[in-house]
Nanobody, 124 residues
């Protein structure tokens, strides 16, 4: 089991930046591929970004490519999501997730553990 706790959400104006963090505890963090997902009100949970165990491989949703950056610090058991040039359509609850699959993935089905989420609200 691994426990995930997100932080760093909040209210920001369009064009602004936020940095989300997700702290993991329990099993060895470096064994997991990590991902970020988001869910806007009335919508399904969508993929945002994923990072491999050793940080070599990252993938992003097209909607955030060039604006968001996922990174991890295995020594601190933490994954980050730097969000720049935020838009009102980025408003959502952001979740981090951990996968034992071994490969970065856009599919929520392969992620074994989930945090409770952190709210990001972008005002226009």
């Amino acid at each position: 089991q691994v426990q995930l706790v997100e932080s760093g959400g909040g209210l920001v104006q369009a064009g602004g930046s936020l940095r989300l963090s997700c702290a993991a505890s329990g099993r060895t963090f470096s064994n997991y591929v990590m991902g970020w997902f988001r869910q806007a009100p009335g919508k399904e949970r969508d993929f945002v970004a994923s990072i491999s165990r050793n940080s070599i491989t990252t993938v992003y949703a097209e909607s955030v490519k060039g604006r968001f950056t996922i990174s991890r610090d295995n020594a601190k058991s933490t994954v980050y999501l730097q969000m720049n040039s935020l838009k009102p359509e980025d408003t959502a609850v952001y979740y981090c997730a951990a996968s034992l699959l071994g490969l970065v993935s856009r599919s929520s089905d392969v992620y074994n553990y989930w945090g409770r989420g952190t709210q990001v609200t972008v005002s226009s």
